[in-house]
């Protein structure tokens, strides 16, 4: 699973690489190749512009005016707030530039100079050509339609007009300045220079106009505002006074005087309560004493000298007389018990009242607090409008424009457009781009593999084999070639490939190798019975599978009829060595396929199976097993659980990138890594009709084909 993922990351980050940079020598090459259309397309650019420069395009005539921002003005009171300058920072400034071109603005200047009755602004007036598309269309359309369309109103043709002009103004600021420069273009020169200067002059009276309206605008809220707070300030006023006259004297000392009062009583009921439990344990323990009839422990309790001297006088003191002093102190702790128990009472209702007052006095002072400081805030809410209605009547009549004109526009003399040379030398420079980008668009249009760097670069696997395609007239005679031109170009390809996948893994030499593509005809077979052939010629003993049970192609190769192969061995019904077919111009063994009604993918995950191709190992050197194609039938990804290497063949200009990716991303599903790509079926005439070079023509002397 890990080695799957590798691959991935390997494949993905290849093909990242590979659309992230471009080869420059291989555009180059293909610009190359493409030179002539290249050439042609820029002569017809070039032709084109001459055309235009010199015979299509209308003159026109620049002309600009110049304003500058005042940043900052100097005025009679500070109205900051009613009615402010502009800013000198580049919100505001970019903002002043859509101001000069505002609709509205525009609307003005068009009405000022009357530009509705001038054709080239207002288009009902231009005479229509005899032939054009719009009269073409219409006349269509009146073929249709025998009521005439609707007529434009004069708000709308007002509004075409309006954009017509704003097509040929623009404002532009100078960097690092606060100067705008108003540029108009038109047919005419002088119609330029008085566009210019008008759209100036109505910009700053604009200004004017809107601080005049907003200062009279501030003027007349501020009046209404300032009597309104004057209302507010004095019902605030009466509202204090009102409730003053109706409470006691109320003041923060008072409150404070009160609590501490309260404080104090709070604490001498805390020492009543611990009085009383005091006298309450005496009496008890006094009863207590009395009950257990010892005089001396009683004596002792009540701390009265009389009990004391009676004690001590006689040895055995007359007990009524003791118990009837002992009693007396009784009495005396009740009445004490009595006096703090009355106490308690008179503080806890003192509390109360305090309590009471305290919270009516904070009650009045909270309301007499918060409705000084609503007095308060009206007031100076009051005199700050007031101050502002000052300053805004002072205002009225003494505004100045936030801009001034620096320089008029003049009249120019010459065109400024069209520029002809450099009309033609964009037009040249267009066709070489039309051109090139022909050229490579119809390259990259191409969604087939003709180089192996190319195959390599798109899937992240590496290219084994690139195999030439094979000068047999039919399939059978294929093994025929390469066994009568052992140096042809074909026979030293399949060489290279048997090279390349013998050393894929030195530690672990692949013994069963399988063969496969994405779709039918990319030559898979071909290769098998190839590689087949070239390892059995160094001795080996190979065995070749045929594992396609559906096609079974290996009919048109070999002269086979009614041949038990591949199931009858896994069923048991005819030995192996039976079934299998020495094949002389193969030069090794060869076990077919053979028609089921089992699904060839659920046999070839069986463990018989399975266990088949672990016999065969120790029987044969190598094993081929030619496979059906992976985006067909699911039959390559099951035999690829069981073999030790992967041969994916990709037809040369024939199978697209997709079918290649998507094949590829099966094997991956089920974590199986190609060993590796051949090329195969490659045309040596496509290869140099295409423009590549390195191709085995370059070579051929070495090849006897």
Known sequence: MSDMSNSKISSLSVASHDDDEIDLTALLGTIWRGKMLVIIAAVIGLVLGIIYAFFMATPVYTSSAVVMLESRQEQVVDLES????????????????????????????VKQLNLMEDPEFNTSLQSKPLLSPGRLIS?????????????????????ATIDRVLDTISVSNVRQSYVFRITATTESPQKSAEIANTLSELYILEQIEVKFDATEKATEWLTDRVGQLQIELEEAVTAVKEFNAGTELISAETLGGLNRQLKETRDRLREATASLAAAEQRIAELNAARAAGDMQKMADLAADNTLTQLILRSETPDRTVFEARFDQV???????????SNQITALENSIVTQEGQIERQSADLVTL????????????????FLNRLKETSIQQGIQQADSRILSLAV???????????MVMALMLILGLMVGVAIVVGREMAQNTFRLGEDLENKTGYPVLGQIPS????????????????????????????????????LDNPPQIIMSTSSVPGE?????????????AKMGKKVLLIEGDMRKRVFAEYFDLKDQNGLMSVLSGETPFDTAVIKEASLHADLLVAEKTSTNPADVYSSERFRNFLTELRAEYDYIIIDTPPVLAVPDARVIGQHVDA??????????????????????????????????????????????????????????DN
């Open 369 to 384: 607090q918060q409705l000084e400081r609503e007095a308060e805030a009206n007031r100076l809410i009051y005199e700050y």
């Open 82 to 109: 009613v009615m402010t300058g502009i800013g000198g920072d580049q919100v505001a400034i970019n903002t002043e530039v859509e101001v000069i071109r505002s609709r509205g603005l525009i609307e003005k200047l």
């Open 523 to 535: 030559g898979k077979t071909t290769q098998s019975l190839a590689l087949t052939q070239n390892l």
């Open 646 to 703: 992967i041969l994916y063949t990709v037809r040369w200009d024939s199978t697209s990138q997709r079918q290649v990716r998507d094949g590829i991303r099966s094997f991956e599903g089920v974590n199986l890594k190609i060993s590796g790509l051949v090329l195969g079926q490659i045309s040596d005439k496509g290869m140099k009709r295409y423009g590549y070079g390195g191709g085995y023509g370059d070579y051929s002397s070495y090849y």
């Open 139 to 159: 006349g269509v359309k009146g073929l249709f339609s025998s009521a005439e369309g609707p007529q434009s109103s004069e708000r709308e043709l007002l509004d």
């Open 330 to 340: 009784i009495q005396r702790a009740e009445v004490d018990l009595a006096r703090i």
């Open 411 to 421: 009249v120019p003399l010459t065109p400024s457009a069209p520029r002809k040379s």
């Open 470 to 505: 094979i000068p047999a007239r039919n399939r059978s005679n294929v093994l025929k070639y390469l066994s009568d031109k052992p140096t042809s170009a074909a026979a030293e390809a399949v060489r290279n490939l048997r090279t390349s996948v013998l050393l894929s893994d």
